[in-house]
């Protein structure tokens, strides 16, 4: 047998002992944080990352998300400077210079921002909106119009079509009573790209007073759009479009001299454009609480956009994500809403397959077992569904939906190519 000697502990009072064992249980505490959050981790890690087809919210890069895990006040002096070099980052995306023009970032989605230049932009007296329609997002700048009260003319045209030329033309010259237009540039509804750049300078020949507002949501940062040149003193968009940020917050690009004409002009206190670009200006600060984490997810956004090699070479991958998209839907006889003349390659609409096993429901479930995520049509006068060629996607992300596509028609025992 060994002899084992034992050696007694020191004395400990008893607030030693209480203080000990807190320290113990404390340290036990952490432990176990540390361990849940690891465990957290590893099984968002182990969650499928779905591709999202879809007009916004998009699919973001790990660089984007990952600015998203710090806090900062908002009128911490680092915040501060990140909205500042946002905003300067959004004016270089079009071409346009802060002497001349501005832009004022918006909490909350683009439609905020759209209904903030309604409400501020058309005057409070004698002030006629006139709108062209061919889709769902100009029906609601009608809409939003209609609710402030605001006079309107309605140019609309169906859903497959651009605008008319000539009957603007025509109302252009015989109403000069006009004091604001406004378009929609990507109509996501079914995929239109309008000739905005057109209608501007359309605009400026017959009233050059008219102020002209584009909605530019799907569009700014991802279709090269000329401000300055075409007489365009208004663009909107949102921070998870073409950028490829996240989803909260929407800005507007606005011509200083046109913002300043709405001074005490707008009908909301929390949509006000030039109060709101006025304390930006001045103290670089918001007046209501703007989303911070947002923010910083943007700025690494557009600071890749800029690495990408700008809006020319974005517009390039998005053009080409459509081109893989086309050839592989065209090979298995799905047809296109839109004609190729007025097809834009932001989103793309195809009909439903005329076969009985068809259903929306079980195609929509079965891709997005698969992570793949499409959208249901927004157009009034077909049976279709929408996929998106935009966000961090590239071609083959496209081929991978596509052969995705194929092999749930084939489980649904729909035969392929499709007899349309």
Do not use: W
């Amino acid at each position: 047998l060994r002899r084992v000697e034992i050696h007694p502990l020191p004395a400990m009072s008893a607030p030693s002992l209480v203080t000990a064992a807190a320290r113990a249980a404390m340290r036990q505490t952490r432990a176990s944080a540390v361990m849940v959050r690891a465990a957290s981790s590893a099984a968002s890690a182990k969650k499928q990352q779905k591709r999202l087809f879809t007009p916004g919210p998009l699919n973001t890069t790990a660089a984007v998300k990952q600015e998203m895990q710090r806090d900062l006040g908002s009128r911490d002096i680092e915040f501060i400077n990140c909205v500042k070099e946002v905003r300067q980052k959004l004016l270089e995306v079009g071409g346009l210079s802060a002497s001349e023009y501005t832009v004022v970032p918006v909490q909350g989605s683009g439609t905020f921002a759209v209904e903030s230049v309604i409400t501020c932009s058309v005057p409070r007296k004698n002030g006629k909106l006139l709108i062209l329609i061919n889709g769902a997002y100009g029906q609601r700048i009608h809409a939003i119009a209609k609710v402030l009260g605001i006079e309107c003319i309605v140019h609309e045209t169906p859903e497959t079509q651009r605008p008319d030329m000539k009957k603007l033309e025509q109302v252009l010259a015989s109403d000069k009573s006009i004091t604001n237009l406004a378009v929609v540039h990507s109509e996501t509804s079914g995929g239109i790209i309008n000739p905005v750049e057109e209608i501007g300078r359309m605009a400026l020949k017959y009233n050059p007073k008219i102020t002209v507002f584009v909605d530019a949501m799907s569009s700014y940062g991802g279709i090269p759009l000329n401000m300055k040149d075409n007489n365009i003193h208004y663009a909107v968009s949102s921070a998870n479009k073409c950028i490829q940020g996240v989803p909260g917050f929407s800005y507007v690009v606005a011509k200083r001299d046109r913002l300043d004409q709405t001074k005490g002009v707008s009908r909301s206190l929390s949509f006000d454009l030039y109060e709101q670009n006025k304390g930006l200006d001045e103290s670089g600060q918001f007046r209501f609480t703007p989303a911070t984490h947002a923010f910083m997810a943007f700025r690494q956004a557009i600071r890749e956009l800029e690495a990408e090699g700008g809006v020319q070479a974005r517009n390039q991958r998005y053009r080409k994500n459509k081109e893989v998209l086309q050839k592989g839907m065209d090979s298995m006889g799905f047809k296109e809403l839109l004609s190729p003349e007025v097809s834009g390659y932001i989103i793309t609409t195809y009909h439903y397959p005329k076969h009985p096993n068809f259903s929306f429901k079980t195609f929509y479930e079965k891709l997005n077992e698969r992570g793949m995520v499409i959208y249901p049509g927004k157009v009034t006068t077909a049976d279709c569904f929408r996929i998106g060629n935009i966000g961090d996607l590239h071609p083959k992300d496209m081929q991978a939906l596509v052969e995705a596509i194929r092999e749930v028609c084939a489980e649904m025992k729909i035969p392929l190519p499709l007899k349309q």
